[in-house]
């Protein structure tokens, strides 16, 4: 009645399964780096703000460096949205026109630096991509998704790097998108 089956498992299809599990692991460890870093960029954005804030002598600078760690995550708006309030609640405080051009003018040259420099810098560095690559990157996918794009811009990399690395007919897509 109940017969047998006898499964085999070709050596050929165990490689190509061990091959897809690295391949899922390293995709998996790419996107932790990749969260890593986002919250060591916003951390190192939010301590910048607070410190120049504080120099500059605007109220709650500790408060405006927490808003600018949480705003840092949304690409661009987050930016913006810092400079536009820091700079309203700069010209309520100090009543005159400069020192609301000084405050916005400093939270936007410290996301300025952290966006186009140290961030794809760090990204590259953890996700072992080329640099230009990165920022070329999300640059294209900001453009066709929007806020959405440049939030997964990089693990899309990645995830396509890792995968080129393993299909030999890709390997130039990997070398390319490589350090």
């Not at 010209?91 to 630096?113: I, R, Y």
Request: hydrophobic share 60%.
């Amino acid at each position: 009645m109940f017969r047998r089956k006898i499964v085999r498992i070709t050596g050929s299809s165990f490689a190509k399964k061990r091959i897809t599990v690295q391949a899922l692991d390293e995709i998996t460890g790419q996107i932790q780096r990749f969260l890593l870093v986002q919250v060591f960029t916003s951390a190192v954005v939010g301590l910048v703000i607070w410190i120049s804030f504080m120099a500059i002598g605007l109220e709650h600078a500790a408060v405006w460096g927490v808003v600018a760690f949480a705003l840092d995550f949304i690409p661009y708006i987050g930016a913006v949205a810092l400079t536009a309030g820091s700079a309203l609640v700069a010209f309520v405080q100090f009543g005159s026109l400069d020192m609301p051009l000084l405050v916005g003018g400093v939270a936007l040259l410290v996301h300025t630096l952290s966006g186009n420099l140290l961030s794809p810098w760090l990204m590259s560095r953890a996700a072992r991509m080329n640099p230009v690559a990165v920022f070329v990157g999300v640059l294209l996918f900001g453009w066709l998704w929007g806020v959405w794009g440049l939030l997964l811009g990089v693990p899309i990399l990645t995830t396509v790097k890792t995968i080129c690395d393993r299909v030999d007919d890709l390997n130039w897509i990997g070398e390319l998108l490589g350090q």
